[in-house]
Structures are given as structure tokens and as C-alpha cells.
């Protein structure tokens, strides 16, 4: 199995302002000269971790990652009182176009899983000029089928515990219904102890689905207020959207980059984001190189995952980036 490469810290970081008050936090580390490549981080509001940069070798590749508005380290912060109304899928690739320009970067790979991989495939067949190659994990279309099935019940009768805890903040008169809107309502109710135990519940029913084997420390992390607050409340901004998608628009549009050089990387039992998603994806683009591993999840720490990733990374940095 491939490990993650070593830690590494960044070279350059900061704030790139985006227009409608927005900042988003960047930085690059790895090799200033080396092949370009940007982490497009799940949720959304999910924020990059140091992690993120350990899927490339530092000695190949320019390693960008990017916090998403209203997340991580951009500003205004969702817990700050950020507006939603200026953050969509069509915000985020404008903001990802940005740092590109700003950067110098011509064309670069673009790397996502999960959410990631829905912002990735959205920015690729919009700019499909500046994409060399793509390497996605744990794919989500995010078509509605998708949405229900991991928020309107069908999951749980996999984790039926975390379900009930997940249901816990719903009145029992709303269960029957669509919980993306019932939640919508309890993540902007005006008592804040209602909107703190709504947030936790969201974000840990997806901590704690995420991994083949219980991870009680994701889970801990993931309950932080702060962060807790901005994943519930901007994921369920964008579900109760589509994602700001066509249904199926991603599929639909799927011609626009199948000259793209891709790896996708699907965990057998990924609860998150069902396997189908990859198999339809790949069906679509039969070009891609699908990897569905069978002893992991939705995760990307799970080594499978990782070894996977790193291999797909590994092979494209031999690519001229010129």
C-alpha cells in the first residue's frame, strides 16, 4: 500500500478577495516549480486540512488547496454571519478561476472527493482548457436520488443508531418529511441552542458514516461548534439547491471532458456517497480509469483510499505540464 507522503508545511499562503465581501484562504506548498495541482475539499464546508497536501509529492508538484466561502479559513465565516446568498456552485468556480489567475497558473490537475468531486467535474466542464487531469474520490453527482437516500431514510437502515440520533433535533411530526427542509428550519430557527444541537447532529451523522471501522476521534473533531455550524448550514444550503445543478447536469455535460485524463476512486462500502454514483459516472466516461476498493468507505484517510490516490497522483506528475 502506498502511504500519504510526509508532512509538509506551506511556502505561500493568504486571502484572495473574491467579490461580495468574500476572502477565500489559499496556499501552496511542495515544489514552487513543479507540476500544479488544486485540492478541492469536500462538504461543502468541510475547510482543507494539513492532510490534503500529503496525496502528492512535494518534489513534483506546486500543491494548491483553497478553503470554499464561508469555511476553514475564509472570510466572512458562516459562524461570523456569512451570507449564503452569494455562495453557490457558480460562486465557488468563479473563486477557483481566480486563484488561478492570481497564482500565474496556466493549467493545472484537479483533485476532490466527495463534495470535491462534484466542484471538480462543475469547474472541469465549465474551464475544461485548464484541466489537465482529474483525480476524484468517492463520487456524488448530486442528483436528488443521492440526497434522499443519505437524508430521507434509505441509510440509516445501515447505521440505524446514528440515524436515531440524527432524527433526535426533528420534531416528531416533521420525521415523515423531507428532512433537508426540516432541518433547513432548525439550522436558522432563532434560539441558537436549537441551531447548535441541529448542527451537531448533521455533522456527526456524516462523521460518523464516513469510515468502514468507528472513528470516535473524526467524530469528536467534527462536533467543534464553530466548525459544526458552517458544514451543517452550507451543505444544507446546497442540497436544498441541487447543488445549484441541472438534475443530473454533471452526467448530462459529461462530453465536455472525457479528453481529460481521469482516476476515480470509489469505496465498495461507501454509505456517503454510494458506489453507484462512481459506476454511473464511469459508464458515462468509459475513458476514466474506475477503482472501486473494496474494503473501504467513504473516507480518504482509509488506506485503500489513499493508495489509490497517491497512485493516481504519482502517475500524472510524470505528465508534461507545460
Known amino acids: 500500500m502506498r502511504p500519504l507522503y510526509p508532512p509538509i508545511e506551506p511556502y505561500d499562503q493568504g486571502l484572495l478577495e473574491v467579490g461580495d465581501g468574500q476572502a477565500v484562504y489559499w496556499e501552496t506548498s511542495g515544489n514552487p516549480d513543479g507540476k500544479p495541482a488544486v485540492f478541492l475539499h ?45 455562495n453557490t456552485t457558480g460562486h465557488l468556480i468563479g473563486d477557483i478561476e481566480a486563484l488561478r489567475a492570481a497564482l500565474g497558473i496556466d493549467r493545472w490537475l484537479v483533485f476532490g472527493g466527495s463534495w470535491g468531486s462534484t466542484l471538480s467535474l462543475a469547474y472541469a466542464q465549465r474551464y475544461p482548457e485548464r484541466v489537465t487531469e482529474l483525480v476524484l474520490r468517492g463520487i456524488f453527482l448530486l442528483r436528488r436520488k443521492e440526497i434522499d437516500w443519505y437524508y430521507n431514510g434509505s441509510a440509516g437502515y445501515v447505521y440505524p443508531d446514528e440515524w436515531e440520533k440524527f432524527l433526535a433535533p426533528v420534531p416528531p411530526d416533521e420525521r415523515g418529511g423531507d428532512l433537508v427542509e426540516a432541518y433547513h428550519r432548525l439550522l436558522h430557527a432563532a434560539d441558537p441552542a436549537v441551531v447548535a444541537a441541529a448542527a451537531s447532529a448533521w455533522t456527526t451523522w456524516e462523521s460518523a458514516t464516513s469510515s468502514l471501522r468507528p472513528d470516535p476521534e473524526r467524530v469528536a473533531e467534527t462536533a467543534d461548534a464553530r466548525f459544526a455550524l458552517a458544514f451543517a448550514r452550507i451543505e444544507n444550503h446546497y442540497f436544498r439547491h441541487g447543488g445549484f445543478l441541472d438534475e443530473a447536469q454533471l452526467l448530462r455535460d459529461i462530453d465536455a471532458i472525457t479528453h481529460i485524463p481521469a482516476v476515480l476512486v470509489q469505496g465498495r462500502h461507501d454509505i456517503v456517497c454510494p458506489a453507484v454514483s462512481a459506476w454511473d459516472l464511469h459508464r458515462a466516461w468509459p475513458e476514466s480509469r474506475l477503482h472501486i476498493v473494496d474494503d473501504a468507505a467513504h473516507s480518504s484517510s482509509e488506506p485503500g483510499i489513499v493508495d489509490r490516490l497517491v497512485e493516481a497522483t504519482d502517475t500524472f506528475a510524470a505528465v508534461d505540464h507545460g
Open 42 to 86: 469536500g462538504g461543502p464546508g468541510g475547510g482543507t486540512t494539513p492532510q490534503n497536501r500529503r496525496y502528492f509529492d512535494p518534489d513534483r508538484y506546486r500543491i494548491v488547496l483553497l478553503d470554499q466561502r464561508g469555511c476553514g479559513r475564509s472570510t466572512p465565516h458562516i459562524a461570523d454571519g456569512a451570507e449564503l446568498s452569494v
